[in-house]
Structure formats: structure tokens, C-alpha cells
């Protein structure tokens, strides 16, 4: 089975551009969880899905982040614009249903410069 | 906020040995998970535990855990140089729904 597929793995661009991570989650998993890793402040939760639907977004550091599910297969995360403080590993991840193990795609490495 | 702070941050021991380390949480709980991650991946589930156990196993591994002091361990017997990771365990509260809150971790590295 193939596991949860992010893009791209790395990123790099200048600052103020829009920078769009995809991932595609284990088919037949309900819940889609997008996380944000760094040194300073270690693995956060943005935001996480429910069949398709937000269901928390509290962890959105501001409104220049925005996720969309359209589909069961699909999601992204957008930052625009984006800024030096949004370098990270983005990692999204995915479970069968709430409460369930949680699978971790490899994670996505951004710099802004 | 992190609700999960592991202890130590780092641990380092000589293949063979056992690697013990701790997770303490500050509300009450659903699960406590734990994860493994290898440097540049993504997080390996490695075991649950639900608030109602005390103990479970899984063929190296073996988590404790006790909700009257808001804690729980994770030990590693027989270490291998394979199982150099970071640990981090995750909790879900009963009214957080499925956000994890994971904690910050520790670093083991087992020498060969």
C-alpha cells in the first residue's frame, strides 16, 4: 500500500511568493491532518479534516494560511504571501477514522528566503 | 501549547541496553501515543495505549501508564542501532476530538 504522498519534498523560494504543498492521504482514510515542525516550537497541528470537512483550523497561524480538501484523495496547503518565519517541515498526515493511529507522509522542507 | 513534555531530551546507550523515556501530560485524557521519527521522515506510529490500560506490549516495546500522576513511559529492551530516533508521545484529550498534542521529544542514539 502506498503510504500518505506529499509535494514537493523541498521548497525553496523568496519571501512574499505563494507557496502551495499537495498531499494525498491513504485511500480509504477519513481524517486529514496537516502538521508544522520546527526547532523552536517542535510538531503543531494547523489544521484537520473530517471526510472533507474542517473540522479544527485553530492552529492556522493567520490568515495567510489556507487548506482546502475538494476530495477524499486530495489536499493542499497554501501560504500567500509567504514570509521567512514559515520555514518548516510541513508534514500531513492521515488515520481511518478520529481517534485512530495517525500515518505521516515524509513532510515537506520550506525555506523562505 | 505542547501537552506532552518527554524526559530526557537526549539519550545515548550501547546497543543491548534497555532505553527508557518518559512522557508527562497536564490534562485528561483519550489515548497516549507513540511515535518514532528517523531523521528527514515522517512520524512511525509504534503503539496506543487507552486511558482505562495500565500496560501494553508490542514486541520490543513496552508502555506504561499512569493517569493518576499524568504520565507515561516508553521502553525499548534490547536496543539496536536501528532504533537511533527521535520518541515523541501524543496525547488526545476528551474534548480536543483528534488533535494530537504531541510533546517535544527525545533523541535516543544507540551506539553499536
Known amino acids: 500500500d502506498a503510504g500518505v504522498i506529499q509535494s514537493p519534498r523541498h521548497e525553496v523560494t523568496e519571501m512574499g511568493q505563494e507557496v502551495t504543498l499537495r498531499c494525498k492521504p491513504i485511500s480509504g482514510h477519513n481524517s486529514l491532518f496537516w502538521y508544522r515542525q520546527t526547532m523552536m516550537r517542535g510538531l503543531e497541528l494547523l489544521i484537520y479534516f473530517n471526510n472533507n470537512v474542517p473540522i479544527d483550523d485553530s492552529g492556522m497561524p493567520e490568515d495567510r494560511f489556507s487548506a482546502k480538501m475538494p476530495n477524499a484523495s486530495f489536499s493542499t496547503l497554501k501560504i500567500q504571501p509567504s514570509e521567512p518565519r514559515d520555514s518548516a517541515v510541513y508534514f500531513c498526515?492521515?488515520?481511518?477514522?478520529?481517534?485512530?493511529?495517525?500515518?505521516f507522509g515524509d513532510g515537506t522542507r520550506l525555506s523562505i528566503l | 501549547s505542547q501537552q506532552g513534555e518527554e524526559d530526557p531530551q537526549a539519550l545515548s546507550i550501547q546497543e543491548g541496553e534497555n532505553a527508557t523515556m518518559n512522557c508527562s501530560y497536564k490534562?485528561?485524557?483519550?489515548?497516549l501515543q507513540w511515535y518514532r521519527q528517523n531523521s528527514g521522515r515522517g512520524l512511525v506510529h509504534l503503539i496506543l495505549?487507552?486511558?482505562?490500560?495500565r500496560e501494553k506490549h508490542s514486541g520490543r516495546l513496552r508502555v506504561t501508564l499512569d493517569t493518576s500522576k499524568k504520565s507515561s513511559s516508553l521502553l525499548i529492551t534490547a536496543s539496536r542501532a536501528a532504533d537511533t530516533a527521535s520518541y515523541f508521545c501524543a496525547t488526545d484529550g476528551e474534548t480536543s476530538g483528534s488533535r494530537l498534542t504531541f510533546g517535544e521529544g527525545t533523541q535516543l542514539t544507540v551506539n553499536p
Open positions: 495505549i487507552r486511558s482505562n490500560e
Open positions: 498526515a492521515s488515520s481511518p477514522r478520529q481517534y485512530q493511529p495517525q500515518h
Open positions: 490534562t485528561s485524557i483519550n489515548n
